[in-house]
């Protein structure tokens, strides 16, 4: 069955700290995987997609299909970034996402 | 309009009351998508539209929900017989369809509470 989990339900580091949220994911067929986020009273929002390879915001996330894993990575975490994010999987024709139940990071000065 | 727009953004009823909650999607956008966002739940899908067809309703959790789409574009979310544990944030997002990126576009949502 597909499956998105993220482990961790708060994450708190300090700015300019490093910062990896982390997304483990099952599917049968070849996954199509996303980050979005969730700023303070904003609607969510699309961080990053694993096909476009792109850093957005400083955040990069790589597909280990290895390890079934997609965790999201910042080298230098900082006070905006705090948001609820949630990782998410995209069947093949993109008919239905399954998403985490999130991950609140919270950046503290 | 720029987003999707979601209406009524909340609600408050009573148990037992039906609901309707409506979603208008960005213009063009043929994919439309409801979720239910519970506190600690995460995103739970509910159903997908294709048009105004849905050809994947597995998600939603019994027959007092229900859902349609007219004209390829507004869509209503109906809860019949509200029960507490309806209470939730229903969001709804677009996307283009046939060559899909794979991006949602979401709207702000509708809280739901249920006394």
């Known amino acids: 069955a597909q499956r998105v989990t993220q482990p961790e339900k708060l994450l708190s580091v300090f700015k300019g700290a490093p910062v990896e949220l982390k997304c483990n994911y099952s599917?049968?067929?070849?996954?199509?995987l996303f980050w979005y986020v969730q700023y303070s009273r904003q609607r969510l929002q699309l961080l990053l997609r694993?096909?476009s390879r792109e850093s957005i915001k400083g955040f990069t996330a790589d597909l280990n299909k290895g390890e079934t894993s997609f965790h999201l990575k910042k080298p230098f975490a900082q006070e905006e970034d705090s948001a609820m994010y949630y990782c998410?999987?995209?069947?093949?024709?993109?008919?239905?996402?399954?998403f985490g139940s999130g991950t609140k990071l919270n950046v503290k000065p | 309009g720029a987003g999707v727009s979601q209406s009524p953004s909340n609600k408050v009823t009573e148990k037992g009351k039906d609901v309707e909650l409506r979603c208008d999607p960005i213009?063009?956008?043929?994919?439309l998508y409801w979720y239910r966002q519970s506190l600690g739940q995460g995103l739970e899908f509910l159903i997908y539209?294709?048009?105004?067809?849905?050809?994947?309703k597995s998600g939603l959790p019994s027959d007092r929900f229900s859902a349609e789409r007219t004209g390829g574009s507004v869509s209503t979310l109906t809860i019949q017989r509200t029960q507490q544990e309806d209470s939730a944030v229903y969001l709804c997002?677009?996307?283009?369809?046939?060559?899909?990126?794979?991006?949602?576009?979401f709207g702000e949502g509708s809280r739901l509470t249920v006394l």
């Open positions: 997002a677009s996307s283009r369809g046939g060559g899909n990126t794979g991006e949602l576009f």
């Open positions: 998410a999987l995209g069947s093949g024709n993109f008919n239905k996402f399954y």
């Open positions: 539209f294709q048009g105004n067809s849905a050809p994947d």
């Open positions: 599917y049968s067929g070849s996954p199509e």
């Open positions: 213009s063009g956008h043929t994919a």
């Open positions: 694993h096909i």
